[in-house]
């Protein structure tokens, strides 16, 4: 078990030298793609200042707390994204094409292969300016930054990531039934948006919709608040968080388990 594991990880780490490789190689392609999340992101931050400043829903909640909310909502995503560009086609190109069949003629986790083939390097934008925002925004409404603190930081942000990937892996599942070449990801993807500003703001159909059907609340204003002094009463939520995100990646494993299981190859 223990060779397995170190063997995963010797050949992930060869994944990604050879995706750095490969952007390396086309440097001026890889720094355009930064900039461009970059610009997507600062359209991002400049959008959540117009609704802070247009909407009544937002006066509840102070500028800085607003983006810490957004800011920790950002590493998670970043973090998902860096591993997950398979995932968005994965039913065509897997299932449809038989790209599947390769990775089951290989001595690993298909699975690991799906996310390893699918790294990116483009996620690093994302992931710096949240940093950013969140160190920024800490200084004003965050705690202060003890050890202890900084580790439930940490747990929170990989709990985040475990529910995102859960979610996804999910949902890319289902393509084992259905083969289905227009993905239900993208308008999943998008709800995301909604969980990375307070909860508060939304209708009871929404609160019910981002934290108990499709969590995302748990992968960005739960845990988010959890370090503000106005998140007090979503305290209990925000502890629950990397469990919760324990449990949606849970799920999604065993349901690509059962899938894998049913899959009978392209050919079929």
């Given at each position: 078990?223990?060779?397995?594991?170190?063997?995963?990880?010797?050949?992930?780490?060869?994944?990604?030298?050879?995706?750095?490789?490969?952007?390396?190689?086309?440097?001026?392609?890889?720094?355009?793609?930064?900039?461009?999340?970059?610009?997507?992101?600062?359209?991002?931050?400049?959008?959540?200042?117009?609704?802070?400043?247009?909407?009544?829903?937002m006066r509840g909640?102070?500028?800085?707390?607003?983006?810490?909310?957004?800011?920790?909502?950002?590493?998670?995503?970043?973090?998902?994204?860096?591993?997950?560009?398979?995932?968005?086609?994965?039913?065509?190109?897997?299932?449809?094409?038989?790209?599947?069949?390769?990775?089951?003629?290989?001595?690993?986790?298909?699975?690991?292969?799906?996310?390893?083939?699918?790294?990116?390097?483009?996620?690093?934008?994302?992931?710096?300016?949240?940093?950013?925002?969140?160190?920024?925004?800490?200084?004003?409404?965050?705690?202060?930054?003890?050890?202890?603190?900084?580790?439930?930081f940490l747990l929170?942000?990989?709990?985040?990531?475990?529910?995102?990937?859960?979610?996804?892996?999910?949902?890319?599942?289902?393509?084992?039934?259905?083969?289905?070449?227009?993905?239900?990801?993208?308008?999943?993807?998008?709800?995301?948006?909604?969980?990375?500003?307070?909860?508060?703001?939304?209708?009871?159909?929404?609160?019910?919709?981002?934290?108990?059907?499709?969590?995302?609340?748990?992968?960005?204003?739960?845990?988010?608040?959890?370090?503000?002094?106005?998140?007090?009463?979503?305290?209990l939520f925000s502890?629950?968080?990397?469990?919760?995100?324990?449990?949606?990646?849970?799920?999604?494993?065993?349901?690509?388990?059962?899938?894998?299981?049913?899959?009978?190859?392209?050919?079929?």
């Open positions: 078990m223990l060779s397995r594991i170190l063997l995963h990880i010797r050949v992930g780490l060869f994944y990604c030298a050879q995706a750095l490789k490969m952007n390396m190689e086309y440097r001026l392609d890889f720094l355009v793609e930064l900039l461009s999340a970059a610009a997507m992101l600062a359209t991002k931050i400049l959008t959540v200042k117009f609704l802070f400043d247009s909407f009544h829903s909640w102070d500028s800085y707390e607003v983006f810490f909310i957004f800011g920790f909502a950002q590493i998670p995503l970043a973090l998902f994204s860096a591993f997950a560009m398979n995932f968005y086609q994965f039913s065509d190109k897997y299932l449809v094409q038989g790209e599947l069949d390769r990775l089951l003629m290989r001595p690993l986790s298909a699975l690991f292969q799906v996310i390893m083939e699918g790294v990116a390097f483009d996620f690093i934008a994302e992931l710096g300016m949240g940093v950013a925002i969140v160190v920024y925004c800490w200084a004003h409404v965050g705690p202060a930054p003890t050890v202890d603190v900084l580790a439930r929170s942000v990989f709990g985040a990531w475990m529910l995102l990937t859960g979610v996804f892996l999910g949902l890319i599942s289902l393509s084992f039934w259905s083969q289905d070449r227009l993905s239900i990801l993208p308008p999943v993807y998008n709800l995301m948006n909604f969980a990375q500003f307070p909860i508060t703001i939304y209708n009871g159909f929404v609160r019910v919709l981002l934290t108990w059907i499709v969590p995302f609340a748990f992968a960005s204003f739960y845990p988010a608040s959890g370090f503000l002094l106005k998140g007090a009463e979503f305290k502890s629950f968080s990397p469990l919760v995100g324990l449990l949606v990646l849970g799920f999604g494993i065993l349901l690509w388990r059962r899938g894998m299981r049913q899959y009978s190859g392209a050919g079929s």
